[in-house]
């Protein structure tokens, strides 16, 4: 066997970890995300207002070059690190200019991993220079510098500008080749969002397509749904901005249904996924949608407007333009900044109400449509009002939340009683960890359907507190990564435990499937010897602890907890919330058949039968204190 000691730790230094782990850092799928970091640096300059010319050519021999008329990658040293500001941009994860506001108003790449990216995931990438009247040079192998930063030539001094040229290593993708459609598309899209830029993007055939807008919201949404009916004709086009904020939409819908443009932008940088600036949309559009049928009294006994109706059918492109994005991942598919969502929902309400009291024919046929699919949606739902629980509703009112905004650092404990709960609130880490005390068993929900199980209060409140829906496998509104059920543990405990497992395997398997579900594992015994004092999870825990401590002088005193209400803040704390002493078992379905079908023999009623039989054929081995 190998021995595991200090020597035995790999740290990965400069581009090995990009080398290492590419999927962490990249899309893999092909070198199209290579591209959009390159042209996305190009693109700040433009934001800064220093560029105005973009160039992208696909050569034959499988290269991607990128040239802008920007300012040009600094070539002078820097003075803490002794390399050029070039070498240093390429070949270390987080450096770059970006990361306070003196160099760039706006930029998307706040990580300063974009471009070193394409260096450690290219088998040559050379950069040409202009700047200062001087042409510079540099290259690049695998992430290494094989041709130092070396003058070739002048150039006039008011010419600056950038061209990088960067040949993808094959085997880091899954296809070594770009694909053209989508660059296309992204560079098209740079050009609609940032008036005045010109794109060009010459392939390896030699066609060349050409993009500048002059007004580009209006005539990118005019193409994209050219043939559709659209409610209004001319988009619902505004723009507002703050300190921090520049925003841009246009926003229309589409009467009859078709494939509605749906588009977001961070920085010209796209956001597949949506995040805070989308919902920002969302929530504005609605809020003056209802304030407008409310005081128009366009709203039928019983209809009340969600952000599902107004969204069915709708087709937008949002541009938000901000300082220091914070995207979730390194591909900066979804926006996660916080404060966008406000500055957005603020700016779209104002201009929206404006635009429905102006255009009230139009506002009134828009209303019709939304009031529709609130009818749709009504017929089809159950008797069972159910609650929605990622359009925002407030939090519990019992719930002791964390401080921190990183879902991925909080932690939920479902607390058995609220005198548990007491304790295990002034145990937690008031940053951390979140307490939702529950009163007594909560509802079987084995046989209950998804979308009828939020009629127990229970239930709904650890759904609002997840910020999940039952049934759904979207995780991206979850509150909190891991999930710790808290239970005694005598055989009471083991039953709430039980009922909440199911709950989650049943009605949120996505929660379990990807690892946040925990079943916290409280000591029975306390163990006291003098100063020492140890902890026993059970009977036999108890036995092995005693037994090593009758060689010792002293009678050892022990004590049963009866439930987690009978242990202080500080003993809850130590073996129950502590991350370094605690004990957690993660919920996993390693057998998925069996375990649902065991589950099922467990707590579906039908079952009632099998149950009894297997209790009289086992009951003999059961071993339970009262």
Known sequence: MSQYSASSIEVLSGLEPVRKRPGMYTDTSRPNHLVQEVVDNSVDEALAGYAHDITVRLLPDGAIEVTDDGRGMPTDIHPEHGVSGIELILTRLHAGGKFSNDNYRFSGGLHGVGVSVVNALSERLEVEVCRGGKRFAIAFAKGECIEPLREIG????????????FWPEASYF????????????????????????????????????????????????????????????????????????????????????????????????PTPQGGTHVNGLRSGLLDALKEF???????????????????????????????????????????????????????????????????TAEAEALAELVI??????????????????????????????????????????????????????????????????????????????SQDV???????????????????????RLRYHRVCILADADSDGLHIATLLCALFV??????????????????????????????????????????????????????????LGEMNPLQLRETTMAADTRRLVQLTLEAPSETMGLMDRLLAKKRASDRRHWLEENGNMADIEV
């Not at 002048?154 to 040229?165: A, E, I, L, N």
């Open 506 to 563: 049943r009605h949120f398997p996505a929660l379990v499937r990807r690892g946040h579900v925990h079943v916290a594992m409280p000591p029975l015994y306390r163990i006291d010897l003098g100063k020492e004092v140890h902890y026993a999870l059970d009977e036999s825990e108890r036995d092995v602890i005693l037994k090593k401590l009758a060689r010792r002088k002293g009678t050892p005193n022990v004590q049963r907890f009866k439930g």
């Open 454 to 476: 939020l009629a127990s209060q229970e239930i709904h409140d650890i759904a609002v507190a997840l910020g999940l829906d039952p049934g759904s496998d979207d995780l991206t």
């Open 293 to 359: 049928c409310e005081y128009r009294s366009l709203l039928p006994k019983g209809i009340k407007l969600t952000g599902d109706d107004l969204w069915e059918r709708v087709a937008f492109v949002l541009s938000v333009k901000m300082n220091d994005p914070q995207f979730a991942g390194q591909t900066k598919e979804r926006l996660s900044s916080r404060g966008v969502a406000n500055a957005v929902s603020t700016g779209v309400k104002d201009a929206f109400s404006l635009w429905l009291n102006t255009h």
């Open 174 to 269: 899954d296809s070594p080749k770009v694909s053209v459609s989508r660059l296309r598309h992204l560079l098209r899209a740079k050009a609609v969002l940032c008036p005045g830029l010109k794109v060009t993007l010459e392939d390896a055939s030699g066609a060349t397509d050409v993009w500048q807008f002059a007004d580009g919201l209006k005539d990118y949404m005019a193409q994209a749904l050219d043939g559709y009916e659209l409610l209004p004709p001319t988009p619902f086009m505004g723009h507002t901005e703050d300190d921090e904020h520049h925003v841009d939409w246009a926003v229309q819908w589409l009467p009859e249904g078709g494939e509605a443009l749906q588009e977001s932008y961070v920085n010209l940088i």
């Open 154 to 165: 002048t150039c006039p001094k008011k010419r600056t500008g950038t061209v990088v040229r």
């Open 372 to 449: 529709s699919a609130a009818q749709k949606r009504l017929r089809a739902s159950k008797k069972v009002a159910r609650k929605k629980v990622t359009q925002g509703p407030a939090l519990p009112g019992k719930l002791a939340d964390c401080s921190s905004q990183d879902p991925a650092q909080c932690e939920l404990f479902l607390v058995e009683g609220d005198s548990a709960g007491g304790s295990a609130k002034q145990a937690r880490s008031r940053e951390t960890q979140a307490i939702l005390p529950l009163r007594g068993k909560i509802l079987n929900t084995w046989e209950v359907d």
